[in-house]
């Protein structure tokens, strides 16, 4: 079983549309959470944290439900520029701390016009 | 403040030749982080050093790669021997300390293609 889960996709929508996506992880002593994002052949760059309590920014909002292992990201008014891949990441505790990051395979969004 | 660099951006090397992959961190970051990025995957992590001195190589394959972040320059990811399935993107991250991915900044990667 892969440490972090993800529908690849591709998640196809319409402009202004709201899409969720969903992530599961195995480790329960997973430390932190978050969501990046990735464009073609570029590097992953942070989106936000996910806390249990939610957290929002602009359009985007992140919740993590530690009981369920799961974690979930809400795109609302997606705009074309939203197009890119979506990785679900997890920094477990039992890494010792290092930091090290456990990503998940990615999820694809396309908006079209 | 330049970001993370790495070089080069894309790299061919022929099946048995030796890949070289080099990261320079954000300035004033001492913690470098590798991943791979095989095609149509997630990325791995690798391996995790701090200046002279290797963390965590947990990622690492047992044999042919090796890192190393020296005092001075930048931190260089060695794989010998390619084999085509080494063929990926390479990323390096840099954080100022240990931490989670909020501190973590990511170059553009090396793309390497073995033939």
């Known amino acids: 079983r892969k440490e972090v889960e993800q529908d690849p996709g591709p998640f196809n929508v319409p402009e202004g549309a709201t899409v969720a996506f969903n992530c599961t992880y195995s480790?329960?002593?997973?430390?932190?959470f978050f969501w990046y994002r990735q464009d073609c052949r570029k590097e992953p760059k942070l989106l936000m944290s996910?806390?249990?309590s939610g957290n929002e920014d602009g359009r985007f909002t992140a919740q993590l439900n530690r009981a369920s292992q799961y974690i979930s990201l809400l795109i609302r008014d997606s705009k074309l520029s939203d197009s890119a891949t979506y990785l679900c990441?997890?920094?477990?505790?039992?890494?010792?701390?290092?930091?090290?990051?456990?990503f998940g395979q990615g999820t694809t969004l396309q908006v079209k016009p | 403040n330049a970001g993370v660099m790495q070089n080069p951006r894309h790299l061919v090397r022929r099946r048995g030749q030796e890949a070289r992959l080099r990261c320079s961190p954000m300035?004033?970051?001492?913690?470098v982080y590798w991943y791979r990025q095989l095609p149509e995957e997630g990325l791995k992590f690798m391996v995790y050093?701090?200046?002279?001195?290797?963390?965590?190589e947990s990622g690492m394959p047992k044999e042919r790669f090796s890192a190393e972040f020296p005092k001075e320059g930048p931190s260089i990811l060695r794989i010998q021997q390619v084999v085509r399935g080494d063929s990926a993107a390479y990323f390096c991250?840099?954080?100022?300390?240990?931490?989670?991915?909020?501190?973590?900044?990511f170059g553009p990667g090396t793309r390497l293609t073995v033939t």
């Open positions: 300035k004033g970051h001492s913690h």
């Open positions: 480790n329960s002593a997973s430390q932190s």
């Open positions: 996910v806390y249990s």
């Open positions: 991250a840099s954080s100022p300390g240990t931490g989670g991915a909020g501190e973590q900044y």
């Open positions: 990441v997890v920094c477990p505790l039992d890494s010792g701390n290092t930091g090290k990051l456990i």
């Open positions: 050093l701090q200046k002279e001195n290797i963390i965590d």
